[in-house]
C-alpha cells in the first residue's frame, strides 16, 4: 500500500510539473494574443501539444493508480485519504490541492485567451465586412458598453474618392 501511495505522489509531483509549464506556456500565449503576435502563438500551440498528451497520460496513470489502491478509479485524493490512515495522507492532501490550485489558474487563462480570440475575430469580421462592401451581422454595443443582440445588419462605409 505505501509503495502505491509513493507512486501516486510521484505522479502527482509530475503532474504539478507539467501543469506548471503549461500554466508558463498559456501565459507566453496570451502575451501573444495581446501583441498579436500570431506566428508566435501558432508556435506556442504546437509547443504545448506534446505536454498536453504528456498530462493526459499522467492523469490516465493517476487514475490508475487510484484504481489499483482503492479499487474505483474516479475517487477524489480527499475520499482516497478517508479510507486509510498514513503518514502519507496530508503530502496527497498538499499536492492535490496545489494540482487544483494550478488548474484553476490554467482555466481562468484559457477563458481569457478565449475571450480575447473571439473579440479579434469580431474585429477583423467587421473590418473585413466593411472594407469588402458586404453587410456583416456584427455585435453592436449600446450604451455603457453592453453587447446589443441584433439581427441587422452593419453596411460598409462609403468613400467617394476621385482616382
Same mark, same amino acid.
Given at each position: 500500500m505505501e509503495k502505491k501511495l509513493g507512486k501516486l505522489i510521484s505522479n &502527482?509531483? &509530475?503532474q504539478i510539473r507539467k501543469h506548471k509549464s503549461l500554466l508558463s506556456m498559456l501565459n507566453k500565449k496570451l502575451d501573444a494574443v495581446v501583441s498579436q503576435d500570431w506566428k508566435k502563438l501558432q508556435e506556442l500551440v504546437e509547443e !504545448?501539444?506534446?505536454l498536453l498528451a504528456q498530462i493526459r497520460s499522467l492523469e490516465d496513470e493517476r487514475v490508475k493508480i487510484v484504481n *489499483? #489502491?482503492?479499487g474505483d478509479? !474516479? #475517487? !477524489? #485524493?480527499s475520499q482516497l485519504v478517508s479510507?486509510? *490512515?498514513?503518514?502519507?495522507?496530508d503530502i496527497l492532501v498538499r499536492k492535490a490541492n496545489e494540482l487544483s490550485r494550478i488548474v484553476k489558474e490554467i482555466e481562468s487563462l484559457v477563458v481569457q485567451i478565449d475571450t480575447l480570440l473571439k473579440v479579434s475575430l *469580431?474585429? #477583423?469580421d467587421y473590418t473585413v465586412a466593411l472594407l469588402s462592401g458586404n453587410g456583416s451581422s456584427g455585435v453592436l454595443y449600446g450604451t455603457g458598453g453592453r453587447e446589443e443582440k441584433s439581427e441587422r445588419n452593419i453596411y460598409p462605409l462609403v468613400l467617394n474618392i476621385k482616382a
Open positions: &502527482l509531483d &509530475l !504545448s501539444n506534446p *489499483e #489502491i482503492a478509479g !474516479s #475517487i !477524489s #485524493i479510507m486509510f *490512515e498514513t503518514d502519507k495522507n *469580431e474585429v #477583423i
